[in-house]
C-alpha cells in the first residue's frame, strides 16, 4: 500500500525533461538558434531570469514560455539557445 502510494505522488508531481530540440506548432527550435529565432518563432518570453558565474559575472540568461499546461525554459548564452528544458505542470 505504501508503495503505491508513493507511486502516485511520485507520478503527480510536475517533471522536467531536457531536450535539444522543442516545437511550437509547425516551427522548430533547436540549441545553437539564434536568440532571433527564438523571438520570431515564440515571441517574447513571459519571464526571464540572469545566469551567474559563482564570482557574480552575468554569463547569459534563462527565458521562460508557457506552452499549453506546459512551462518550457530556454537557456540564452552569447545570443543562441544553449539548452531547452521543458516542465510539465
Do not use: C
Not at 500500500?1 to 507511486?7: C, N, P, T
Not at 515571441?43 to 545566469?51: D, N, V
Not at 558565474?53 to 521562460?64: L, V
Request: hydrophobic residues 35%; negative net charge.
Amino acid at each position: 500500500m505504501l508503495y503505491r502510494l508513493i507511486l502516485l505522488s511520485l507520478l503527480m508531481t510536475s517533471s522536467a525533461i531536457a531536450a535539444d530540440t522543442y516545437r511550437f506548432g509547425t516551427r522548430l527550435l533547436e540549441t545553437g538558434d539564434s536568440v532571433s529565432k527564438l523571438l520570431q518563432v515564440a515571441g517574447q518570453p513571459i519571464y526571464k531570469e540572469p545566469l551567474e558565474t559563482p564570482q557574480g559575472g552575468r554569463e547569459g540568461e534563462r527565458w521562460q514560455y508557457k506552452d499549453g499546461p506546459n512551462t518550457i525554459t530556454f537557456v540564452i548564452k552569447q545570443g543562441h539557445i544553449a539548452a531547452i528544458e521543458q516542465t510539465y505542470d
